[in-house]
């Protein structure tokens, strides 16, 4: 017994030290990691107060800022590609991005971009795509295009990031056969279907007439991107047998505007069994002040599930004098409709 408590304590001892010797070194590494923090901080903002008003007149085409700037040292070369480029995020202006591209391919940045894309390093190639997309370097898109298919989450993300700044017409049937890719983060698909605008509109109806089975992505497309161009198709669709492809061809609609065709449909559409089709059509009424008994239509479903009656309340907000009729009968009320038809009438008085 006694040879097992010492032996014992002997470990014990030994766990005490390795504990010891853990925290040390823990502590350790945490200091030293500030203190290299610290320091690079200290030196980018040493940089940024040296180059920063150097990168302001290079911009406003000042020859000697830029060859400062390009015979500065290569190891400042990132932190200067930072400054330069942080700017672009917020200010989209074309010239300040040409101007910008002009300092980035005298700095021989592209050639670093290149190398960033070819890291084992995910978030070197994320960098390289976004500067690339930043600076609209056009002879690089098919590298971003490649760059969809990386196996990195955000590494694809940055790219349909990329597309999206660069809105390069070469690039657009790639982006909207990857409209399907569940891979691909659906805001940043939709982002790069708005830069584009209505370049996209053409491709995508020729592509769901020979892919019915994906009408739900196209018709969500077409209410990003879509024109009155898109409006038969849209209307074709509204009688599609699937809820969500017809509640999406409302929704598309709503984007596109209505002709008297597409306002029967959409009246008709708030009888639908499905609730999500009866507010997207209620959604697509919105503004129409045409011939049809739209308004009457709206107001009875005042009572109807929470989202149609916001969205049948909107409407009647937006039909002027027609809506504000059909709200009026039901602001007597106490139930939600009364209270839906006393806040739109409140904010309409508001706004006159």
Not at 230 to 252: I, N, Y
Not at 336 to 351: D, H, I, K, P, S
């Amino acid at each position: 017994m006694i040879d097992f408590l010492l032996e014992f304590e002997h470990v014990a001892l030994w766990l005490v030290w390795v504990g010891v010797a853990l925290a040390t070194f823990t502590t350790a590494a945490v200091v030293v990691s500030r203190i290299a923090l610290a320091w690079d901080g200290a030196r980018r903002n040493r940089i940024a107060r040296r180059y920063g008003p150097v990168l302001g007149r290079a911009l406003h085409g000042d020859g000697d800022a830029l060859h400062t700037l390009v015979t500065s040292p290569s190891r400042y070369r990132i932190i200067i590609a930072r400054l330069l480029l942080a700017p672009l995020i917020e200010d989209r202006d074309a010239g300040r991005i040409a101007a910008t591209r002009a300092i980035f391919r005298a700095l021989s940045l592209v050639p670093v971009a290149d190398r960033f894309l070819r890291s084992h390093w995910w978030w070197r190639r994320s960098v390289a795509l976004r500067a690339l997309g930043l600076v609209q370097v056009k002879d690089h898109t098919s590298e971003v295009v490649a760059a969809l298919d990386d196996p990195n989450a955000d590494v694809r993300g940055a790219a349909l990031d990329a597309l999206a700044d660069m809105q390069n017409p070469a690039a657009l049937p790639a982006v909207v056969v990857r409209l399907h890719d569940a891979s691909l983060q659906r805001g940043r698909r939709a982002a790069v279907l708005a830069a584009f605008g209505s370049e996209c509109e053409a491709f995508l109806l020729d592509l769901s007439q020979i892919d019915p089975e994906h009408r739900l992505n196209y018709a969500r497309a077409l209410a990003i991107c879509g024109t009155e161009r898109s409006r038969p198709a849209l209307c074709q669709w509204t009688d599609d047998a699937r809820m969500e492809v017809r509640a999406a061809a409302f929704e598309g609609l709503a984007h596109v505007g209505l002709d008297d065709h597409a306002a029967s449909l959409a009246v008709r559409a708030l009888e639908s069994s499905d609730a999500a089709v009866r507010a997207m059509a209620a959604t697509a009424l919105h503004d129409w002040t045409g011939p049809g008994d739209a308004a009457s239509r709206l107001a009875a479903h005042l009572d109807d599930t929470w989202t149609v009656a916001v969205r049948a309340a909107r409407s009647l907000q937006s039909m002027h004098q027609a809506g504000r009729d059909a709200l009026q009968p039901y602001a007597v009320r106490s139930d939600l409709a009364g209270v839906l038809a006393r806040q739109m009438l409140w904010e309409v008085e508001t706004q006159l």
